[in-house]
């Protein structure tokens, strides 16, 4: 029988599809436990957003939202940084490897399988600080040498608009080592990180943080209104074309 869809989070654990990634870059990484442990957790608090969201608007959620696609595609949204040191837009170099190597991966296994790549790769391309990392003047070489490689990507693409890429970032920013907080502490927490602790000061990261932290912030409470079943549904139903 012919299995078509996305990959399970159990079945792509099982296959060990991020430790065969870093297997190939072994020296990229400085903890390659952490990052599978937030990579995975990142997923687990995903099925928690849509168990609320289901429970709380059922009509809204229960039929529009793919589970496994979410889940997956919150278990690689890291899978970037073990590609290549520089972890410098490494959200915008994940999605185009699932683009180009998903398939190969089996993270996809319909027949057809570019639509269900590209929805995967744009559900993690915007997560965190991208957006403003892209648009500064200081990172502009970087920038054009990451196009030289890829080609140019439309800075719209890095604003997460979509449920799934909004419930992305929020997961990501809810785990940390294994233990948990709210993304609003965990922006908090890398904002003094990035501009206190002299082994992980850099000020054009924390000048991205600073300047995408109000943004982020709101967007974290639009998904916290909704998990706590607090959103009218009236305002689900006019973004429900996000989905």
């Known amino acids: 029988m012919t299995i078509v869809g996305i990959i399970s989070l159990e079945e792509a654990k099982k296959q060990k599809i991020l430790e065969g990634i870093i297997a190939t870059h072994p020296d990229t990484l400085k903890d390659s436990k952490g990052f599978l442990t937030h990579s995975y957790d990142s997923a687990i608090i995903i099925r928690d957003i849509l168990d609320r969201a289901i429970y709380y608007y059922p009509d809204e959620f229960q039929f529009r939202i793919d589970r496994k696609e979410i889940e997956i595609a919150a278990y690689l949204h890291d899978i970037g940084r073990p590609l290549q040191k520089d972890q410098l837009f490494h959200e915008l170099r994940g999605a185009e490897y699932i683009e180009k190597e998903g398939g190969r991966l089996g993270i996809a296994l319909a027949k057809k399988q570019d639509k ?95 300047k995408g932290k109000e943004r982020i912030f709101r967007l974290c409470n639009t998904v916290d209104e909704l998990i706590q079943g607090k959103m009218d549904v009236e305002k689900i139903k006019r973004y429900g074309f996000l989905m």
């Open 116 to 210: 269900q790549l590209y929805r995967i790769a744009e559900t993690i391309r915007s997560h965190f600080v991208v957006y403003e990392q892209f648009g500064m003047p200081e990172l502009e070489d970087k920038k054009k040498e990451f196009e030289k490689e890829f080609g140019n990507i439309d800075p719209n693409l890095l604003l997460p608009i979509t449920w799934n890429q909004q419930f992305i970032v929020y997961a990501e920013l809810s785990n940390v080592k294994g233990g948990r907080m709210t993304p609003q502490e965990r922006m908090e927490e890398l904002e003094y990180r990035y501009s206190k602790n002299l082994k992980y000061k850099d000020e054009l990261f924390l000048k991205a943080i600073r």
